[in-house]
């Protein structure tokens, strides 16, 4: 049987992708992205099909990577992870810079920024793999270290959006390890569950000011699961 | 001008990529893994043209990907980073397990594998884009952490090779980069540099028995640049 939590061995970053222009565009958390040649500097993007983002990459043929470091504020996972841009802008209000190519680039809590040209989409199933090779690539910040999709996990203990080319259903997973009896919350936002053999407090013992601290959800939007 | 220092704010693991069967079979070191789909469960990698492993996975079919720890053994990324399966077989002495299609899975200083069965290969131009659903995967070690790219660059002082889509040619980083007058020797077998402006000891101060700290070559490898 597939031992699910091996995939959490993988290594990845976490990124803004954006596309788009000055008029119209949209951005989601990626963690997959990697360079697939240097002559010339290609690199890969997966991205949902689902996804918004999708939609105008494929429309404008361009992309942009903002890498995102490690004390990058929750409320961008929110809106760039959990949130979907056909609701409302979610580049209003944020750092944008236009590049080259004209694609919006979020600068807010990034570290560098890489901007791509589409050369190949390939169709993968659910998700788009875009080919970009690689326009324009800037360090903004010398400070900070890139956020790693583990710390991200372990330490500010978010979840991958069901979009999420590495998203993995809690109910797979939970079949896969030893299981303990207990009584667990989920965040019906995000998916991020309040478990609570692992937290010092009941979950109704919290105050009706706490929130999901992955999405930012209210307390009201758990389900005892 | 693009920053090409940015290219390493990505974040990558590093992995022993197999492929072959019992008898002939041959594995690299790679940083370009990522899932790109959780349904069903899909793997990119990407590998160059050159690689010797190439051939194996295009005539097989198949690939084992072992996620390797931050201690890794410098020997590991000597034999499958620096050195061709063309000349010997690398995968003779080592803790080899044959998975489910067949495919070798290197084991030594692994923390997990997976094991994937190609259905889509992209020609990405110097490089293959291989797309493979995953047949299998487990945890070998709970304790040890995975290796990043960063940290086997940081502290580890390891250099791409050539084949590596994530291989920067040092002259070009270093157009991009305040560069200061010093004296160094760069090893003929990995590339790396030994830079005496940020090291202790001249070069020429070195032992006989000096070693390339990265591929392990002597010190006759190095030249002077």
């Known amino acids: 049987m597939i031992n699910l939590e091996s995939l959490f061995k993988i290594t990845y970053g976490l990124y803004i992708v954006c596309s788009?222009?000055?008029?119209?565009?949209?951005?989601?958390?990626?963690?997959?992205?990697?360079?697939?040649?240097?002559?010339?500097i290609q690199f890969a993007a997966c991205c949902s099909k689902n996804n918004y983002t999708s939609e105008f990459i494929k429309k404008q043929g361009v992309f942009s990577i903002s890498v995102l470091h490690?004390?990058?504020?929750?409320?961008?996972?929110?809106k760039f992870g959990y949130k979907s841009g056909r609701d409302f802008n979610k580049l209003e209000g944020m750092n944008v810079k236009y590049g080259k190519t004209g694609v919006p680039i979020v600068l807010n809590d990034s570290i560098a920024y890489l901007e791509c040209k589409v050369v190949q989409t390939h169709d993968v199933g659910?998700?788009?793999?875009?080919?970009g090779e690689?326009?324009?690539?800037?360090?903004?910040?010398?400070t900070n270290e890139p956020i790693t999709y583990s710390y991200?996990?372990?330490?500010?203990?978010?979840?991958?959006?069901?979009?999420?080319?590495?998203y993995i259903?809690?109910?797979?997973?939970?079949?896969?390890?030893?299981?303990?009896?207990?009584?667990?919350?989920?965040c019906t936002v995000c998916g991020y569950i309040y478990d609570e053999n692992?937290?010092?407090?009941?979950?109704?013992d919290l105050p009706d000011s706490w929130e999901c601290p992955v999405c930012g959800?209210?307390?009201?939007?758990?389900?005892?699961?």
Chains 1, 2 share one sequence.
């Open 198 to 204: 692992k937290e010092e407090d009941s979950f109704l």
């Open 152 to 166: 991200y996990r372990e330490i500010k203990k978010g979840l991958a959006p069901k979009n999420a080319p590495t």
């Open 70 to 78: 490690k004390e990058t504020d929750a409320e961008i996972y929110t």
């Open 169 to 186: 259903d809690k109910t797979k997973l939970e079949a896969n390890t030893e299981t303990t009896k207990s009584v667990k919350y989920e």
């Open 134 to 142: 690689l326009i324009d690539a800037q360090i903004i910040d010398e």
């Open 217 to 225: 959800a209210d307390k009201e939007s758990f389900i005892e699961i």
């Open 20 to 40: 788009g222009d000055k008029n119209r565009s949209n951005g989601f958390i990626s963690n997959t992205i990697f360079q697939v040649s240097s002559e010339p």
């Open 126 to 131: 659910t998700h788009w793999l875009f080919i």
